[in-house]
């Protein structure tokens, strides 16, 4: 399986999920250049975390302009696999590929720590591979991670099995414990945690795989 | 303005020739300040050691850099900010961070680790404690703002309250950064006619005079000095790291500097002087990002995120391609001379000339008078302190004390794990990141005790170096090189240049005892506000190598397991116990001397430690440091797991607990011989003190004097409960916003 990490300017997580992929479990992983308009061949996406643009004006909300982002919905419209890590998410709320906003943790303060989400569905190309309502561990590291959407679009969320990961510990304030979502067409999904930083035994968890390997299994069944 | 000294004048008339003029005395008196040319320090600084096999590049260079094998080495260094940090917290303890940084990379190093050694005046001080808090909530915030958006982890350092500091805090930033030795770059203007290339931000007048501002005392009037402060953009600094790092594998650039302290002005006339070359620039070219600058105010900016880079002639374009693909300005200013001076234009008119080394390498050199005994106030002589009525109190008291409690509610806030090389972040003996390609991890150790250096400098600065070689062997590793941030008052003033002088004699000693040369470092003088300096701090940061594999960490991890002190109990006395964090915080008084240090001793304990854990018998390791044995044995507790601890001991109960006797090191371990045979074969003593076991700490004494007496009790609390005292202990003290 082919994954394209995408590179915005101040993109600081993209070498991570780069390795994860390519130096933890073997697949082949490509850098896409923002200003690039098209994703090569690549059968999945990663919009990974950093601080895309600074963070100038809100969390994502420039790099929603960038000339890859045209390729990306394009991409996710056509049922391509998308997953937004942190500022991926913050990118993928802020294109409208996902319903929501992440706003400044409540305590005002970044966050970096493990935390344990239970993962809410695995009825997404994400969380196939998972058992139902299993407990991972991964980190968070970020000063805007609060989700926050209106009442209907949560309880939408809830019904339609769009809540992908729901917080233990909530570190942020997120409204309903909310640490990931995903698409009605549940081919893109946006998470804070970050499950590239648990993808190597060495440092201290595995626990973040299965959000990659699920996705390698999804793609696996489509093209069968 | 112009703060160079009659003498000083008389000697730049003598090398020009003539009167300079205003331009050309600004930059010399950013050139010549104590922060940029070290006149105060420069002679003792020379008695340091500085090489070994390893060691690729000394000091002198942006950083130091060492040879960590199969064609990788490491670029590191710590820099202070501690006058900035003050006027400006935030921004302060940024920019900190982000001129360090760009010392690594631009020796072509990509950063992988950022540790800090910060310190504050007491934050429950009846009169500073608000602004204390302040300022430490500004300094972490400035840390982590800068640290997590530029993308490297900040996995380790320390944070220490004292009363010293209220008036002047220290802010010492320590980086790493990783490279093949074919990706070595060095601030050198090489080649006659090459382009000198100006990259990054554009020039404002921010932070003019930010240099000679770093090499005065503070008054009333400092607060004034805020324009004097930087201000940071680590959004821009990502971007120049990546451009850089990606022009200089185009074989196009053939050195490259930052434009730190003195700006523009520095980065010329060293890397001039480097070669032994000219170089000759034209203002008019500089991006400018305000209207209407001087050359003098050009020439000076501190503005950030800027390098100056020398190119191959002819490949300017390959240069330009990576920065204009990053969105960065770079534009060639002027280019390298054959006449050895730095000679500065202004839309074609000569504003400046000066000869290059002249400028760069001849600075004044002092040597202070400092012919008498180190200044110190505290008594030699121990008082009486009656027998402690409640040892357990004492323990929780300690935990809870501002210097030994848990920094989480720091390091939470920093990007600890972000390039997925963190084997060991904050709150370990020493942080330890791999090097993905090698094999090899690397060990960091950032320490400073400024009360053991106010007892005695030497002393003081000695036992610093072991404590920093302690905590990387008791990782696992084994310590190589050293960085030193000598963070002291006014070299003016005898008795405090006599501190200084036997602090860098007493790195000197142990350094080279214990194989770490110094490949580097940074002197902040002048650190004193209204006439009161801070205790002399000297900080070592030293770095060590181990295998990469997964740590020993500080909890016990098990129960039933040998709980043992490799090194011993230790000796202490009266005198010796009055730089303890037991006087300070149970008995409120300082007094005597630091710790006595056995250096063979202590290396042979090393050792020994690194033997135990390569082979694979210590389940959990833990340097014995401030505190004492106690807090060592307290913060091994963890996750309900705690020990039953019998000492062996003639010591009074506070000086057994808490006494911070060097050499010393808890292990458990389910083979306790084998660690005896290791610690039997280089003829150190390994104490049996207890097991582990769940749920409680226990300690009591097995007197050998009196058999058959009953032993007594002196440490007795749940895991459960030392774990929160020691956890939330900073967080109550800053009562933090609550999370809804």
């Known amino acids: ?224 | 303005m112009s703060d160079l000294a009659p003498s000083e004048l008389a000697k730049v008339q003598a090398i020009l020739g003539r009167e300079p003029n205003q331009t050309e005395t600004g930059i010399f008196t950013v050139m010549w300040s104590e922060h940029c040319s070290y006149k105060s320090s420069r002679l003792h600084l020379k008695k340091l050691p500085t090489r070994s096999n390893r060691v690729l590049v000394g000091p002198g260079e942006n950083a130091g850099i060492i040879d960590i094998g199969q064609g990788y080495a490491i670029a590191f260094k710590i820099e202070s900010h501690n006058h900035p940090s003050f006027i400006e917290p935030f921004q302060g303890a940024a920019t900190g961070v982000g001129g360090i940084l760009r010392d690594i990379f631009s020796m072509g190093a990509r950063p992988i680790a950022v540790l800090d050694a910060i310190r504050f005046g007491p934050l429950d001080d009846p009169k500073s404690g608000d602004r204390n808090r302040r300022i430490l909530e500004g300094v972490v915030e400035g840390i982590a703002h800068y640290g997590n958006c530029f993308g490297v982890p900040t996995i380790g350092g320390e944070t220490v309250f004292e009363r010293c500091y209220n008036g002047n805090p220290l802010v010492n930033v320590f980086a790493l950064g990783v490279f093949r030795h074919d990706e070595i770059f060095f601030g050198r203007a090489s080649g006659i006619g090459n382009p000198v290339i100006y990259v990054g931000a554009k020039t404002g007048r921010d932070g003019i005079h930010g240099a000679s501002m770093a090499s005065a005392e503070f008054t009333e009037e400092s607060k004034q000095k805020r324009p004097n402060v930087q201000v940071g953009d680590p959004f821009m600094e990502k971007l120049l790291l990546e451009a850089c790092l990606e022009a200089m594998h185009t074989g196009a650039v053939v050195g490259i500097q930052d434009m730190g302290a003195a700006g523009l002005t520095c980065s010329t006339c060293e890397m001039g002087s480097r070669a032994g070359t000219g170089v000759e620039i034209d203002l008019a070219r500089v991006p400018q990002r305000e209207s209407g600058m001087t050359p003098y105010e050009i020439m000076l900016s501190e503005s950030q995120e800027r390098m100056l880079l020398v190119a191959e002639k002819g490949r300017e374009e390959e240069v330009f391609a990576v920065f204009h693909k990053w969105g960065l300005d770079a534009v060639t200013i002027g280019e390298v001379t054959g006449d050895g001076k730095l000679r500065v234009k202004n839309h074609g008119v000569v504003v400046a000339e000066i000869p290059n080394r002249e400028l760069a390498d001849e600075a004044p050199l002092y040597d202070r008078p400092h012919g008498m005994a180190p200044y110190r106030d505290a008594p030699m002589e121990a008082p009486e302190f009656p027998r402690s009525r409640d040892l357990n109190a004492d323990l929780l008291a300690l935990l809870a004390s501002g210097d030994l409690c848990s920094k989480r509610w720091i390091w939470q806030q920093y990007d600890q794990s972000v390039r997925t090389n963190t084997l060991q972040g904050p709150g370990g003996d020493a942080a330890i990141v791999r090097i993905k390609e090698t094999g090899t991890s690397v060990a960091m150790s950032v320490d400073g005790n400024g009360r053991y250096c106010s007892l005695s400098p030497r002393e003081g600065a000695r036992l610093l170096v072991a404590e920093c070689c302690r905590n990387l062997s008791a990782v696992g590793a084994l310590p190589v090189a050293a960085t030193n941030n000598l963070n002291f008052g006014n070299p003016e003033r005898p008795e405090i240049m006599a501190q200084l002088v036997e602090a860098i004699e007493g790195i000197a000693e142990a350094c080279s005892h214990f194989e770490t040369p110094i490949t580097g470092g940074n002197v902040s003088l002048y650190n004193e506000t209204l006439g009161e300096a801070i205790w002399p701090t000297p900080v070592m940061g030293i770095v060590g190598l181990l295998k990469t594999a997964p740590p020993v960490t500080i909890p016990f991890k098990d129960e039933g397991r040998t709980v043992m002190l490799l090194g011993g109990l230790g000796s202490v006395d009266a005198t010796r116990f009055g730089g303890t964090q037991y006087a300070k915080v149970v008995l409120n008084e300082m007094w005597g001397l630091p710790p006595a240090l056995d250096m063979d001793y202590e290396k042979r304990v090393h050792t020994a430690v690194r033997e135990v854990i390569a082979q694979g018998l210590a389940e959990s390791s833990h340097d014995v440091g401030d505190g004492g044995l106690a807090v060592a044995l307290a913060e091994s507790c963890a996750e309900g797991m705690g020990a039953s601890i019998a000492l062996d001991t003639g010591l009074r109960p506070e000086f057994a607990l808490f006494h911070e006797g060097p050499s010393r090191i808890l292990i458990s371990t389910s083979e306790p011989e084998a660690v005896e045979k290791i610690a039997r074969e280089n003829k150190v003593e390994c104490v049996r003190l207890g097991v582990t076991m769940k749920e409680r700490l226990q300690i009591s004494n097995a007197p050998v004097t009196e058999p058959g007496t009953p032993p007594e009790t002196w440490i007795d609390c749940r895991v459960e409960r030392l774990r929160e005292v020691w956890e939330n202990a900073l967080e109550n003290r800053l009562s933090p916003v609550p999370v809804a």
């Open chain 1, 1 to 224: 399986m082919r994954f394209g990490v995408v590179v915005f300017p101040g993109s600081n997580c993209d070498h991570d999920a780069w390795y994860a992929v390519s130096g933890n479990l073997g697949h082949r992983a490509e850098f896409i250049w923002h200003d690039s308009t098209s994703l090569g061949n690549a059968d999945a996406v990663i919009l990974p975390g950093g601080f895309s643009y600074g963070d100038y004006l809100r969390c994502g909300a420039i790099a929603k302009f960038s000339p890859v982002m045209g390729a990306v919905k394009k991409f996710a419209q056509d049922g391509g696999l998308v997953l937004g890590i942190c500022n991926g998410f913050q990118i993928l709320v802020e294109s409208g590929l996902l319903p929501g906003a992440l706003l400044r943790n409540r305590n005002l303060r970044f966050v970096c720590r493990p935390v344990t989400i239970r993962l809410e569905t695995t009825n997404t190309p994400f969380t196939c591979a998972a058992n139902p309502g299993q407990l991972i561990k991964v980190p968070v590291a970020h000063g805007e991670g609060c989700y926050f959407a209106d009442p209907r679009t949560l309880d939408a969320l809830k019904a339609e099995d769009r809540v992908v990961a729901r917080y233990l510990d909530n570190p942020n304030g997120s409204l309903r414990d909310i640490a990931g979502i995903c698409s009605e067409g549940r081919n893109v999904m946006g998470m804070m945690p970050h499950p590239e930083r648990a993808s190597d035994p060495l440092l201290g968890s595995t626990d973040g795989r299965i959000i990659l390997e699920s996705m390698v299994r999804s793609m696996v069944a489509a093209h069968a």
